[in-house]
């Protein structure tokens, strides 16, 4: 079946550094959703794609949705200790089904050192 | 309540019980998820209901059945479970079908599963 390959797996950074993570398909895909879960909790959605080459911010969040439709990119900028957690990628496959399934990638676990 | 509820947070189970997830969502959409989440593996879906019609069963196996009422509520039915069920079970909505932003899916906090 259809898969999002999330990379990297983990990452460990330093507080106030900036943070890139992505995702890659094989397929064409018309929608990117990008999520964060902390422990405990159910995923969060952060930024909503719909065109390719859309690029979106939400703080210090950006996002952006290749312009190949089989990638999009997360961008933490200046990261604090709140940043920690798992964030997903998702995206609604080519084409469309009308029951509004998602694909979500494996995550990235970011751990934040003060 | 505000979002997504779930109850309930936390479940131990026997193999020969028979217990129920609830959702419900106060968002005002009509589609309803349920999603499998099992460490190192990404989120499983296992039922779509649209309109509290069932549109997609990702071949669950039938000792999980999901019962849709009404667009607000959502119940998954736990019988005769195995131990590798033990899993975080995560409920979510959207809008429908036709509407805008359909696949921006909100999640509730989850039902901590544990199968013994």
């Known amino acids: 079946g259809q898969q999002l390959n999330q990379s990297p797996q983990s990452m460990f950074i330093q507080e106030g550094e900036d943070v890139s993570m992505n995702c890659t398909s094989s397929?064409?895909?018309?929608?990117w959703l990008w999520y964060k879960q902390e422990p405990g909790e159910g995923p969060v959605l952060l930024i909503a794609l719909y065109k390719a080459g859309e690029l979106t911010s939400n703080g210090r969040l950006t996002a952006q949705f290749g312009i190949t439709r089989k990638d999009s990119f997360l961008n933490i900028s200046a990261s604090i200790p709140s940043d920690v957690g798992i964030y997903f990628c998702?995206?609604?496959?080519?084409?469309?089904?009308?029951?509004?399934?998602?694909?979500f990638g494996q995550g990235t676990t970011l751990q934040v050192k003060p | 309540e505000t979002g997504v509820t779930q109850t309930p947070r936390h479940l131990v189970m026997g193999m020969t019980n028979k217990k129920s997830l609830k959702c419900e969502q106060h968002?005002?959409?009509?589609?309803m998820y349920w999603y499998k989440q099992s460490a190192k593996k990404p989120l499983e879906l296992m039922f779509v209901?649209?309109?509290?019609?069932?549109?997609e069963n990702n071949s669950v196996p039938s000792r999980f059945s999901p019962e849709c009422p009404n667009s607000s509520h959502l119940f998954l039915h736990l019988h005769t479970l195995q131990p590798e069920d033990s899993a975080l079970y995560l409920c979510?909505?959207?809008?429908?079908?036709?509407?805008?932003?359909?696949?921006?899916?909100?999640f509730g906090p989850g039902t901590r599963l544990t199968v013994l």
């Open positions: 968002l005002g959409h009509n589609a």
């Open positions: 998702a995206g609604q496959p080519s084409p469309s089904s009308n029951t509004g399934k998602l694909i």
């Open positions: 209901y649209s309109l509290e019609e069932r549109v």
């Open positions: 979510a909505s959207s809008q429908g079908p036709g509407r805008g932003a359909y696949n921006e899916q909100f």
């Open positions: 397929s064409i895909f018309n929608t």
